[in-house]
Nanobody
Framework: QVQLVESGGGLVQAGGSLRLSCAASGRTFGRYNMAWFRQAPGKERDFVGVINQSGGLTYYADSVEGRFTISRDNAKNTMYLQMNSLKPEDTAVYYC????????????????????WGQGTQVTVSS
């Protein structure tokens, strides 16, 4: 079983920056595609971005394209989400997720395609 733990959330003013981390257990982290999702109270869990096993490929939701950057350090079993130019609309609980399929060729954008999830970390952007 893969265990994921998010950290780095907090309160930031609009226009500011924040970096989230997702620490993963196990020794096969580098073989999983990883993704970030976010969810506001009473709303659906929405796709933010995805990164492939090696970190060479990324894909983002239109709402964050150009502002957010996903990266990973497989030696540290950690994935990151660098968030710049934050907007109040970015306020949500942010979750990291792992696609259990080893060396998957498809970068999924649907939450149902992911097998393991962290507990989430709150990001609040004030105006």
């Amino acid at each position: 079983q893969v265990q994921l733990v998010e950290s780095g959330g907090g309160l930031v003013q609009a226009g500011g920056s924040l970096r989230l981390s997702c620490a993963a257990s196990g020794r096969t982290f580098g073989r999983y595609n990883m993704a970030w999702f976010r969810q506001a109270p009473g709303k659906e869990r929405d796709f933010v971005g995805v990164i492939n096993q090696s970190g060479g490929l990324t894909y983002y939701a239109d709402s964050v394209e150009g502002r957010f950057t996903i990266s990973r350090d497989n030696a540290k079993n950690t994935m990151y989400l660098q968030m710049n130019s934050l907007k109040p609309e970015d306020t949500a609980v942010y979750y990291c997720a792992a696609d259990l399929t080893i060396e998957a060729k498809v970068l999924h954008t649907s939450a149902g395609e992911y097998d393991y999830w962290g507990q989430g970390t709150q990001v609040t952007v004030s105006s």
